[in-house]
């Protein structure tokens, strides 16, 4: 059975990506990113309806224009006055954004909590309003505090590939990879790619949004200096597993993505949310989503289904 939200519960938003990207980001120290990524809580204003209490970590650009002109007036938007990179700490350190969901939950003293990330943060806010303010948070997309581990591990490329690999009997699904270590040995499983005429991408085990990727193309023709100092000198490769990936072009750059809801086991089966078209900058950076019902009407679509559930 597909879920549904309660529409007698007030739903609070929780647009926390820093807090689930720090780890990654901050191997560049770079706090220009830092700034950049803290405005986006803006996407956090479509999510699932109008009426909501949204929390981001610091103002949006343009808010009342984006209200009024996409029928959302009821979204009560709050940032916290000194933001660090963790927003669930810092709505649990902050008696003034408790108080405010308090009285977002009423008299039923209930609510509905939706995180851009299900995090251990985000887990120790859920457990103070449980525990010391006895608020009953219902976590309609969050995964069970014990099966947090099972998203963690997906989501890295690694994780992705070893269950993909086992659920998936078709080899062509999955191009062509090699799990490193460090990044020494990603420059010699990148070269060994190289010489057997195979364009490859150089992506950190975990992370997202293309950040930090590296591309190796054939007709380049690089040296093997060349390319042990690209990788070398790229802070997000450090610190952690390195995938060396082969490179599949386009001709459409078509890079369709499915999103999906997976109940808890023994309640029925997962259901496609929405199907969308990703798009990426020419260094690999994600720039966002187009959404589309006619994307469904490609001959591709019955395949990305199948593998996708």
Request: aromatic share 14%; glycine share 6%; with cysteine.
């Given at each position: 059975m597909y879920?549904?939200?309660?529409?007698?519960?007030?739903?609070?938003?929780?647009?926390?990506?820093?807090?689930?990207?720090y780890t990654f980001l901050n191997r560049a120290g770079n706090e220009v990113i830092f700034q950049e990524r803290r405005h986006k809580g803006d996407f956090g204003l479509f999510?699932?309806?109008?009426?909501?209490?949204?929390?981001?970590?610091?103002?949006?650009?343009?808010?009342?224009?984006?209200?009024?002109?996409?029928?959302?007036?009821q979204t009560t938007v709050v940032y916290p006055n000194e933001p660090s990179y963790f927003l669930s700490l810092d709505i649990l350190h902050n008696p003034n954004l408790i108080q405010l969901i308090l009285d977002y939950a009423g008299e039923k003293k209930a609510i509905q909590l939706i995180p851009y990330a299900t995090t251990r943060e985000f887990y120790l806010l859920v457990t103070e309003l449980e525990t010391k303010y006895g608020i009953t948070v219902i976590l309609p997309?969050?995964?069970?505090?014990?099966?947090?581990?099972?998203?963690?591990?997906?989501?890295?490329?690694?994780?992705?590939?070893?269950?993909?690999?086992?659920w998936l009997s078709e080899s062509s699904v999955l191009p062509f990879g090699i799990v490193a270590h460090d990044d020494l040995q990603a420059t010699d499983m990148a070269q060994w790619l190289l010489a057997?005429?195979?364009?490859?991408?150089?992506?950190?085990?975990?992370?997202?949004s293309g950040i930090g990727n590296v591309f190796f193309r054939v007709d380049e023709l690089l040296t093997p200096n060349q390319i042990s100092e690209k990788i070398k000198n790229n802070k997000f490769l450090r610190g952690g597993l390195v995938v060396a990936e082969q490179l599949i072009t386009s001709s459409?750059?078509?890079s369709p993505s499915l999103e999906m809801y997976i109940p808890p086991a023994q309640n029925g089966l997962p259901v496609i949310t929405y199907l969308s078209q990703q798009l990426f900058d020419e260094s690999g950076r994600f720039c966002g989503v187009l959404i589309s019902k006619d994307l469904s009407k490609h001959p591709w679509y019955p395949v990305l289904t199948a593998a996708g559930t």
């Open positions: 879920f549904e939200y309660k529409k007698n519960i007030p739903i609070v938003a929780v647009y926390n990506y820093l807090e689930f990207f999510w699932i309806s109008d009426k909501k209490l949204l929390f981001v970590s610091a103002p949006i650009n343009d808010l009342d224009f984006i209200r009024s002109h996409a029928g959302l007036e997309e969050s995964p069970n505090r014990e099966n947090l581990w099972v998203r963690d591990y997906i989501g890295t490329k690694s994780g992705f590939r070893n269950l993909t690999s086992y057997r005429g195979k364009s490859c991408v150089v992506k950190a085990d975990i992370g997202g459409r750059s078509l």
